[in-house]
């Protein structure tokens, strides 16, 4: 999304995406419709709909945060890494 607004040069990534998560030894996580369904039933004042379904799916998947947003430290449901 910010490569596609003009906020992040992102196309070297994007051209070579599905190589990306192979090399960090990640999966991919597919967002679910019961993901979709906690994300939109959050008790969160936070609209940005990318931050509720990250906190939707680390709370059902028991996994942690890495971020240095403030909304997403106050509003996670499981343990965060705070990247600051």
Do not use: C, Y
């Not at 960090?24 to 931050?51: C, H, Q, Y």
């Not at 906190?55 to 996994?63: D, F, I, K, P, Y």
Request: proline share 5%; hydrophobic share 45%; net charge positive.
């Amino acid at each position: 999304m910010k490569t596609l607004i003009g906020r992040l040069n992102g196309a070297p990534l994007l051209s070579a995406w599905d190589e990306v998560p192979a090399s960090m030894n990640a999966t991919e996580l597919v967002i679910g419709s019961a993901d979709a369904t906690m994300a939109g039933r959050l008790d969160w004042e936070r609209k940005d709909p990318f931050g509720r379904m990250i906190v939707a799916q680390a709370a059902r998947r028991g996994l942690t945060i890495a971020t240095s947003d403030s909304q997403l430290i106050h509003g996670a449901l499981t343990p965060v890494l705070v990247t600051r």
